[in-house]
Structures are given as C-alpha cells and as structure tokens.
C-alpha cells in the first residue's frame, strides 16, 4: 500500500465506524484483562457466554480465588484450552492483590509479568482501558495488514511495528479495532468480500474478488 493511501483507507474506516470497541463484554479493567486472557484461540462470542454467567458471581481477583480452580473451571469449561487458562488466572489474580493492591497494571511490564498475559493481551488491555496507541495483532489484523500491504510482515511483532510506524497519529487508538473487525467481517481469511469492502479503493489486494 503506497503512503499516500493509508489516511484515506483509515478515514473510510472511522466514517463508517466513528467509535469502535472491542467485542468482549466488560464493565470494568479486571473484567477486561480476564475476557482477554480468556480469548486466546477462542472466539470472544464464546468468551462472552462464558463470562457472562462468571462475572456476576466473581468480578474481582478475590472473588475468583474464593471460587477454586475447580470452581473457576466450571464457569469456563466451554472455553478452549480452560485448564490452563484457569490456572493462569488464578496465578495473575494472586500477584494483582499481592503487588498491584488488586488493581490491573497500567504498564506493559508489569501486564506482561501476569501468568498468561503475553505481548498481544498486554496489548489489548493497554489500548481499550488505558487508552495507548498500541496494535494486538491477531490472526484478522495479521491478515489484513498483509493482504492489503498496510503493514507487511511475517510474524506478528514485524507486523506491530509496521502498524506501529504507518498508521496516522489520528487513526492510533483505533486502528487495532477497525483492522479487527475489518478482518473478521470482511477482509475474511478464505474469501475477501471485497465488492462490499469500503477500503478496496486504496487495497493492494489483487485481483479483487467478485461478488458471489
């Protein structure tokens, strides 16, 4: 994607999504940082099945100790991977009440320091609740960083950096949520729905793909 295209292709996306958000359910920071860590290769609609039944019972890192592995486990047992993932919460919830007062970091670091907190939650958390320009490149935004040449690169940090780098100052808060939805919806992985895509103008994608 040449320079000049990449305001327009992200103008296009604000017109046609002024406010995007995550589609994980959360009222607050902790709750956030849980769904996150939870949606590791795991849909968020699965996610917020799942968290809507625990949340209302255990919404704190002392509510979800006082639930038990075993009874963490019960709440997310449709989630991929629940074991582990459990047992990271857990672990994350023992270190927020012994070293962050119960509060979730505001820094990478210290987000990263969370068993099953790596670079992409860090990064999820960091932009939707404290508001940082940072990129949580997942499978859609390594998808369309690359099939539209926005932010070429083979592995997902060459792709941050890229983002990173091109997206204009004013689109860097949300730029991670319209690539997201932009790839989940549209830009999909085995056909590009590219005759109802409102940035194939300024795509490098070729050759577009015709409507069905």
Known sequence: MHSTDIEPFFAALKAAN???????????VFELLVAVLLSAQATDVGVNKATRKLFPVANTPQAILDLGLDGLEGYIKTIGLY?????HLM???RILLAQHGGQVPGTREALEA???VGRKTANVVLNVAFGQPTMAVDTHI???????????GKNPLEVEKQLLARVPPAYAVDAH???????RYVCQARKPRCWECRVAPWCSHQP???PP
């Open 18 to 28: 002024p406010m995007p958000n995550t589609e994980l359910e959360y009222t607050s």
């Open 83 to 87: 074991k582990s993932k459990a047992r």
């Open 91 to 93: 672990e994350t919830c």
């Open 114 to 116: 969370l068993p099953g």
């Open 142 to 152: 390594f998808r369309v960083s690359n099939r539209t040449g926005l932010a070429p």
């Open 177 to 183: 949520h319209w690539l997201i939805l932009l790839g």
């Open 208 to 210: 577009k793909t015709p």
